[in-house]
T-cell receptor, first 112, second 114 residues
Framework: QQQVKQSPQSLIVQKGGISIINCAYE??????FPWYQQFPGKGPALLIA?????SEKKEGRFTISFNKSAKQFSLHIMDSQPGDSATYFC???????????FGTGTRLTIIP | DAGITQSPRYKITETGRQVTLMCHQT?????MFWYRQDLGHGLRLIYY???????DKGEVPDGYVVSRSKTENFPLTLESATRSQTSVYFC?????????????FGPGTRLTVL
């Protein structure tokens, strides 16, 4: 049972472009939505996270947009760079529950 | 500051053998987790632990056993390895309950079961 659905599975973006990865969730009890970034041969690392009391969070070139009514959230990478090439995972959790439910991942490739 | 380490990094074993993957963290985090990563499935939780001697099942616990006698260690054992357990395994930890559920991941163990 996939509680967090992520798309696309893979994405190719030109350098300087905008990368957009989407996630949708089913459980309305989720109240914490992080994005993790994983480089080849490494473990995932927290990139940015949002709580549903705000519709957007920005950190540098990375922005999370959150739509509570649609139960969707997305990661936008502005001015994408080759160094952003990695696999990105969205996730969700419920306050007081230590478990994260992950999406299936998006392999992002930034081409020159 | 080593953070969270996993050993071995690579392991090849045969069907039916017992395999133990090690995880060690230096932060004294209360919570520790084991995930497996497979293409098309993302990261799936196998087991997690809230403290020493407290463990609980995740999404895909069958065929795995965990223990946590010390806060810093959380070994994962495959009692009788099967080919379907070929995967990349990640250990993670997080601090006590706080405002954010940030988990810190180890570098992973790539396990191949022949």
């Amino acid at each position: 049972q996939q509680q967090v659905k992520q798309s696309p599975q893979s994405l190719i973006v030109q350098k300087g472009g905008i990368s957009i990865i989407n996630c949708a969730y089913e459980n309305t009890a989720f109240d914490y939505f992080p994005w993790y970034q994983q480089f080849p041969g490494k473990g995932p690392a927290l990139l940015i996270a949002i709580r549903p009391d705000v519709s957007e969070k920005k950190e540098g070139r990375f922005t999370i947009s959150f739509n509570k009514s649609a139960k969707q959230f997305s990661l936008h990478i502005m001015d994408s760079q080759p160094g952003d090439s990695a696999t990105y995972f969205c996730a969700a959790s419920i306050r007081g529950n230590e478990k994260l439910t992950f999406g299936t991942g998006t392999r992002l490739t930034i081409i020159p | 500051d080593a953070g969270i380490t996993q050993s071995p990094r690579y392991k090849i074993t045969e069907t039916g053998r017992q395999v133990t993957l090690m995880c060690h963290q230096t932060w004294s985090h209360s919570y520790m987790f084991w995930y497996r990563q497979d293409l098309g499935h993302g990261l799936r939780l196998i087991y997690y632990s809230a403290a020493a001697d407290i463990t609980d099942k995740g999404e895909v616990p069958d065929g795995y056993v965990v223990s946590r006698s010390k806060t810093e260690n959380f070994p994962l054992t495959l009692e009788s390895a099967t080919r379907s357990q070929t995967s990349v395994y990640f250990c993670a930890s997080r601090a006590d309950r706080g405002a954010y559920n940030e988990q810190f991941f180890g570098p992973g163990t790539r396990l191949t079961v022949l």
